[in-house]
């Protein structure tokens, strides 16, 4: 039987074998990286597919929990797991045809590190290995962010180290009041215990938890390190923080907030600071002169808008809140690796500098065009799909303020993309030919042909978030499933 633990072994195993054989053969990390990470993702969704048929749960030490450190995968998780890691693979391979930042050994063992404290932080049950994950995940996402040494790097990496480091401080404080009001760490164990715990102690935890993981999840007020982390990083690692570090973050947020700590003041919380985000952020974009800055805060507003959408805390809502957060992850991924692929070939960062460069290289803006087409929800792009759940569930709950101010958003949205999409083909006699090489393009065409499969037939997928939105929707289920009764 394939045990999750094996992700987490296997990651190590990489990691450790590109800082054992680097200083003897070089330029070796990004193959064993890419084996890796591979290999993880066939882990990932041979059991996620097991999932939706039989939850997996692997404990440690002969325990069952809550005596021992398990892990779960169920379709909830199976869905981020699958994310995470399809991501994490698609990254790898665009690496194959650029080299990674210097020094490359220390920058592919981080990256591997980073998907396997991504995976942790989705599987694991028990709150305690949740923050360790965590910090593997926090510690090496500093580190990637910061490795060029340039200037805008460091600022990122050091803002983000700090907010991050605050966040993570005051998660275990949360940890440690809840230890002492239940005596124990396991997620469903405290969720069936919730009832009967000091009601002050548990507010004051679900407080710091959301604090927590807003800062992962880059929601308003504490996501002040993102835009210059998502501007400093290389471009594959600022894929890596749309598609990966902050979709674990979310599935820490929600997994938290719907399973361990479900209180009457979590729907008011999600929606109020989500749709924050999600308006703040789109007028930020909308300023914005350079590429991936703009990216940056598109990024940051589709996330509170995810977010948002949870909150509202229908099985629909949770349904069309999960199918937004896959196509965030597609459609920003693939932009910011086609930023990438322009930066590293022309050397160009400005909004302005894009001018015809669509026109010039027609696959290019194809694919720069599929990416914001299905962001901004055109119909037959999967995006669509998952913006119409969205304003179906907002409106059948009667939250017309909300579905007012999703529609104001949305359409500032709109505006700022076709602009870009204006300039990159209009025409300009002066435009760059960019050479894209095969192994660059694979992953950006394989999101780009997700987007049009599931946008001509979503069934192929609605099935597994159906399943997912009724796993977190029912943590009594989650419950009997960890701990039984």
């Known amino acids: 039987m394939v045990n999750p633990i094996l992700i987490i072994a296997i990651s190590l195993f990489g990691a450790f074998f590109i800082a054992l054989i680097s200083p003897f053969v070089k330029r070796t990390g990004k193959i064993i990286a890419f084996l890796t990470i591979g290999f993880d993702l066939y882990i990932g969704a041979t059991l996620a597919l097991k999932s939706l048929r039989t939850p997996v749960i692997a404990y440690t ?35 194959l045809a650029h080299p990674g930042e210097e020094p490359e050994d220390k920058f592919f063992t981080l990256l591997i590190l980073n998907l396997m404290g991504a995976s942790g932080i989705i599987m694991t049950g028990d709150l305690f290995n949740l923050f360790v994950f965590f910090e593997i995940t926090a510690i090496s996402s500093y580190a990637l962010v910061s490795i060029r040494k340039q200037k805008a790097s460091l600022e990122g990496g050091i803002k983000y180290l700090i907010i991050s480091s605050i966040g993570s401080s005051l998660f275990l404080v949360a940890i440690a009041l809840l230890y002492g009001q239940t005596g124990t760490l396991n997620i469903a164990d405290i969720a069936a215990k919730l009832p009967f715990i000091n009601k002050s102690v548990a507010l004051v935890a679900f407080l710091l938890i959301l604090v927590a993981f807003f800062v992962e999840s880059e929601i308003f007020p504490f996501n002040g390190w993102a835009p210059d982390a998502y501007q400093g990083a290389g471009e594959g690692i600022s894929a890596l923080l749309a598609g990966v570090i902050s979709k674990a973050g979310l599935y820490a947020l929600i ?41 940056a805060y598109s990024s940051i507003g589709q996330m509170g808008l995810v977010v948002a959408i949870f909150g509202i805390g229908t099985i629909p809502a949770l349904k069309a809140a999960i ?156 419950i009997n499933l960890v701990i039984g009764g």
């Open 255 to 295: 997994r938290l907030t719907f399973t361990l700590l479900d209180l009457p003041l979590r729907s008011k919380l999600l929606i109020v600071f989500g749709i924050m985000t999600f308006l703040i952020a789109e007028l930020s974009a909308l300023k914005q002169k350079r590429v991936k800055r703009m990216l």
């Open 323 to 478: 199918f937004q957060g896959v196509n965030h992850a597609v459609s920003k991924v693939a932009l910011f690796l086609l930023v990438g692929m322009v930066i590293k070939n022309l050397g160009i960062y400005k909004l302005d500098d894009y001018k015809g460069l669509g026109r010039k290289n027609p696959l290019l803006g194809l694919l720069f065009s599929l990416a914001i087409l299905n962001l901004l929800g055109f119909p037959l792009f999967a995006g669509f799909w998952s913006k119409l759940s969205i304003l179906l569930s907002t409106g059948k709950q009667g939250l017309y303020l909300l579905l007012s101010l999703i529609l104001t958003g949305a359409i500032v949205e709109v505006y700022y993309y076709v602009r870009f999409m204006k300039i990159l083909y209009e025409r300009n006699e002066e435009a760059s030919h960019l050479e894209i090489h095969l192994l660059e393009a694979i992953p950006i065409i394989a999101m780009a042909a997700f987007i049009i499969i599931i946008g001509v037939n979503p069934g192929l997928i609605t099935p597994l978030f159906e399943k997912a939105s009724e796993a977190i929707f029912m943590k009594f289920s989650y």
């Open 61 to 95: 030490a002969g325990f069952k929990p809550p005596f021992s450190i398990n892990l779960v995968v169920e379709p909830f998780s199976a869905v981020f797991l699958l994310i995470v890691l399809t991501i994490g693979f698609l990254i790898s391979l665009y690496y």
